[in-house]
C-alpha cells in the first residue's frame, strides 16, 4: 500500500502538473471505484485544482468551488500521468481525471476492488475522511508519545493505526523500528523514556531519507515504480536475507494478508517472535533463539 512517503512524492509530481489547472472530464470505469452518490463527479468539470493534500494515504484534490477529489490507493491502486486526451484501456483501469496538459489514470492490479474514490462537497465533509492521525512529521517528541499512548498496543500495531499515526503502513513501520532497534511487538505503555525518544527520531529520519530518496529517483518524471519492496531497504522484504546492521538473516512474523519484517539481534535481543504458522506447527518446540532456528531448518 503507498505510504506517506509515497504520497508525498504524487502529490509533489501533481503539484506541478494539475494545480490550476481545470478539470475536463471525469470517467469512472468501474462502478465499485465512486463510494459518495453527491456530489456527482461532473460537479468537479470546468472547475481549477486550487490545492493538493495529503489526508494519511488518501489524496485530496480541491477545486475552486470547495469540491474536494479524494482518492485511496488501498493495497493495488496506482497513479499515472498520460498524454491529454488519453482514453485508458485494459481491465485494470478504473477512473481518468482529463486536464488540458494531461490525463491523470488510476489503476488497480489484481481482481479485487479495493481503491476508492470519494467526492465531497465542503471542508467538514473532507474531514469526514480524514483517520485523525497526528502528522509524525512535524509532531514534538511530547505529541508523539501521547498520541502511541492513547490506547496500549505493540508498536507496530501504534505506528501503523491511522487513528494514531498519519501514512505510515506496513513497510516503513518496519524500517522505522529497525532504525530504532526496538521491538515490533513493544507494548507502548511500558516503552521507557528512551526508547520514546529513538522512536520518535527514527520516524522523522526514515521517512525524510525516503521521501528524498523517492523524489530523487523519480526527477522531473511521474513516479511510476510505486512499491512497498524497495532496493535499499533495512529489513521490509528482506526475510532471510542479511541485516544491513550486522548481517544476520532477518526474520518476519506472518499474520492475514501481511507480515512484519524484523531482525532478532538489533531489535529483540536475538529473540526470534512468535510466528502463527510456525507456532501452531511446532508449538512448545518453536525456536526461540536465532540459533535454534538454524538447527531446525538444518534437519
Known sequence: MPELPDITVWIDALHARVLGQPVQSIRILTP????????????????SITQIRRLGKRIALTTDHDIHLVLHMMIAGRLHWKPAAH???????????HFPNGTLTLTEA???????LHIVQGETALRTLDPGGIDVLSATPEAFRVA?????????RALTDPRLCSGIGNAYSDE???????????????????????????TQT???????????????????HVTAFREGM??????????????????????????TNYCAPCQTNG???????????????????????????SR
Do not use: M
Not at 33 to 44: D, K, M, N, Q, Y
Not at 87 to 97: I, M, V
Not at 182 to 188: G, V
Not at 206 to 224: Q, Y
Open 87 to 97: 482514453t485508458p484501456k485494459g481491465r485494470h483501469n478504473l477512473a481518468a481525471f
Open 206 to 224: 526514515t521517512l525524510r531519507h525516503w521521501i528524498d530518496h523517492l523524489k530523487a529517483e523519480a526527477g522531473a518524471n511521474f513516479p511510476e
Open 32 to 47: 465499485f471505484l465512486l463510494r459518495t452518490v453527491t456530489p456527482p463527479p461532473e460537479a468537479a468539470c470546468n472547475h
Open 271 to 297: 529473540k526470534v517472535l512468535a510466528d502463527r504458522g510456525l507456532s501452531r506447527l511446532l508449538g512448545p518446540d518453536r525456536p526461540r533463539t536465532l540459533d535454534e532456528l538454524e538447527l531446525l531448518k
Open 148 to 156: 502511541l499512548t492513547r490506547e496500549n498496543h505493540t508498536l507496530k
Open 176 to 202: 522505522i523500528l529497525h532504525a530504532a532497534q526496538l521491538s515490533p511487538l513493544a507494548q507502548t505503555h511500558k516503552l521507557p523514556d528512551e526508547a520514546w525518544h529513538r522512536l520518535h527520531e527514527a
Open 110 to 116: 489484481g481482481a479485487k476492488r479495493r481503491a476508492s
Open 234 to 259: 533495512a529489513v521490509h522484504g528482506r526475510h532471510n536475507q542479511p541485516c544491513l546492521r550486522c548481517n544476520a538473516p532477518v526474520q518476519r512474523i506472518r499474520y492475514a494478508d501481511n507480515e
